[in-house]
């Protein structure tokens, strides 16, 4: 189990998600809120799939929680370009945000490398079968293999 308050990329993926909301309530023309939820989303899905993933039971388990957080950044990036494009956000700030997005990808997936390398040093220990059958609570059928 990890302690997410000590990942990088998770805080500074938290201080998006922060940035971010503060930045879509100045969304205020008609028809935008769906932009607007749909990005304040995808930002804080970018930390909080970490910090759901620090629970995992295994490393393997911890890596694929941080592919889904590298999967938020790239959406969180499509819905600042999305915003931008509208004019909903000036060329500056979205150059900001999305440069930040872009760099906890990468810090992502970088640790998310090291996650899976660790993975393969796992052992898993399996006690050795004590010769006796198993209950299983189940009755096995037999089976002919002809």
């Known amino acids: 189990m990890q302690d997410f308050k000590h990942i990088?990329?998770?805080q500074r993926a938290h201080a998006l998600g922060i940035a971010i909301h503060?930045?879509?309530?100045?969304f205020t023309r008609a028809g935008y809120a769906h932009l607007r939820s749909q990005l304040e989303k995808s930002?804080?899905?970018m930390s909080e799939t970490i910090v759901e993933g620090c629970g995992a039971d295994?490393?393997?388990?911890?890596?694929?929680?941080?592919?889904?957080?590298?999967?938020?950044?790239?959406e969180t990036e499509g819905r600042l370009l999305k915003a931008r494009d509208l004019g909903l956000i000036p060329h500056e700030v979205w150059?900001?945000?999305?440069?930040?997005?872009?760099?906890?990808?990468?810090m992502t997936f970088g640790y998310r490398k090291k996650v899976l390398e660790s993975a393969r040093d796992e052992v898993v220990s399996d006690p050795k079968p004590s010769g006796k059958p198993r209950?299983?609570?189940?009755?096995?059928s037999k089976r002919s293999d002809t």
Do not use: C, P, Y
């Open 95 to 106: 150059q900001k945000h999305s440069a930040e997005t872009v760099e906890i990808r990468k």
């Open 135 to 140: 209950k299983t609570g189940r009755t096995r």
């Open 8 to 10: 990088q990329a998770w």
């Open 43 to 45: 930002a804080d899905s």
């Open 58 to 74: 295994s490393n393997k388990e911890f890596a694929r929680f941080l592919d889904m957080s590298i999967k938020s950044a790239n």
């Open 22 to 26: 503060r930045l879509t309530r100045s």
